[in-house]
């Protein structure tokens, strides 16, 4: 792993947000990227699943490192999330982002949550707008 990455693996490991919700980033590369999260039992919803909205935050996490990994700013634009089945509270939980289009402006990327045993928990498509400056922290 090159110094850029190292410092965005870092950076985006030190996220008060992610670190709140206890996501880890386990692998990073251009345009790629897996994070991991142990839901804990704040983290269900009125069913006793993981709550949606946890799994959003977990692909989420994994979109915002790789559309970022080549070193310049990209926000999101949009993402799109089809729930397929429910996550348990206490079972980890891995999200993936891998780019399938970048141009100068936009990146696509394929989002996808699984649980240990592989079952996919959600997919996701997600855009990236590239405002075509340089991290800030990599400076």
Do not use: C, W
Request: no cysteine; charged share 20%; hydrophobic share 40%.
């Amino acid at each position: 792993m090159d110094d850029d990455l190292q410092r965005i693996f870092e950076a985006t490991n030190g996220q008060s947000y992610g670190q709140r919700l206890g996501m880890h980033l386990l692998e990073l590369d251009r345009g790629y990227a897996r994070v991991e999260l142990l839901p804990s039992e704040d983290t269900g919803n009125i069913f006793g699943t993981v709550h949606g909205g946890v799994i959003f935050s977990l692909l989420d996490q994994a979109f915002g490192a790789a559309a970022n990994s080549h070193g310049t700013v990209y926000v999101a634009l949009n993402v799109s999330v089809n729930y397929l089945r429910p996550a348990r509270v206490g079972e980890p939980l891995y999200a993936e982002a891998r780019e399938i289009n970048r141009s100068r402006r936009v990146s696509t990327y394929q989002l996808e949550a699984r649980n240990r045993a592989g079952e996919l928990i959600a997919t996701a498509q997600a855009t990236a707008y590239g405002k075509g400056d340089r991290l800030p922290f990599l400076d």
